[in-house]
């Protein structure tokens, strides 16, 4: 089974919300300095369960990435992890690009790299949550799409069995391939790379392609953004005093009806 991965780089999610930064000119944002970006998290489990199918089925993992020369960092993290090969898309047009133009580019990729069973990307970039670029893909790709997936259940010769997430549980859906998944948290728990896969990853080169290697114009943002704000949330907490769990608990009981929650 040959399976294509797209890949992220983003902001660690875990800085501080005081550290953000904003790039204003970009309208991004962008890593403090001294904190690494990473791989976007759910890129990271849609990476997994591909490895987990090739473990499986056999054939090849290929990871693609959109960005700027510095993403080479996350893809070599692919590598590391597991994957047999990565490309990445760094034409300075595209890193503009709204999420129909970066669709289109991977899809663009993809048809180069060809052979492929399956593709599978992370269901949402925890810098934007938008959701939209695995669908631009599978449209250009005339591909079937289901997301967000939890669980690939079952690969049967042409066709798969997964569970899609709803707000009441999931269905289970039968898909036929090539197909696109959107993954999710819920599938599985990323690993971490070896040292052998970490010294074999700094060995390797990565491409990089141009919009002139996949036969694309070059890509104008299609959505201006004038603003871009970050808005941050301050929480207070109180301490309930007591001498004993029995004081506290009646302590937290009064103040709970003094707030109205009971």
């Known amino acids: 089974m040959n399976i294509i991965v797209t890949v992220k780089q983003v902001a660690d999610p875990n800085i501080p919300p005081s550290d953000i930064q904003l790039d204003p000119a970009a309208m991004r944002i962008v890593s403090p300095f001294g904190v690494p970006p990473v791989m976007n998290g759910y890129d990271a489990n849609a990476l997994e369960e591909a490895l987990r199918l090739r473990q499986k089925h056999g054939g090849r993992v290929t990871v693609v990435g959109l960005g700027d ?4 960092e996350s893809l070599k993290g692919a590598v590391a992890m597991g994957a047999d090969s990565a490309v990445l898309l760094n034409d300075p047009d595209w ?6 133009g970066v669709g289109q580019a991977l899809a663009a990729a993809i048809r180069k790299i060809g052979n ?3 593709i599978l990307c992370g269901r949402q970039a925890s810098d934007t949550d938008g959701g939209q ?3 631009w893909i599978a449209e250009a790709l005339d591909l079937p799409a289901v997301s967000p997936v939890s ?3 079952e690969v049967d010769g042409r066709t798969m069995i997964v569970h899609r997430l709803i707000e009441d549980g999931y269905q289970r859906l039968r898909v036929e391939l090539p197909a696109l998944l959107g993954v999710s948290s819920e599938t599985n728990e990323p690993r971490y790379p070896t040292v052998r896969g970490t010294m074999a990853a700094g060995r390797t080169l990565i491409p990089g392609w141009k919009a002139s290697d996949l036969g694309l114009q070059a890509l104008a943002p299609k959505v ?3 603003q871009l704000q970050i808005q941050l949330r301050t929480s207070n907490a109180e ?3 007591g001498s004993s769990g029995a004081e506290q608990g009646a302590a937290l009981a009064d ?3 003094e707030l109205g929650l009971i």
């Open 133 to 135: 670029v695995l669908h």
């Open 69 to 72: 020369d510095s993403s080479r």
């Open 151 to 153: 669980k690939i259940e």
């Open 224 to 226: 201006e953004l004038r």
């Open 95 to 100: 890193l503009h690009a709204d999420s129909a």
């Open 239 to 241: 301490l309930i005093a």
């Open 255 to 257: 103040k709970l009806r």
């Open 116 to 118: 492929f069973d399956l």
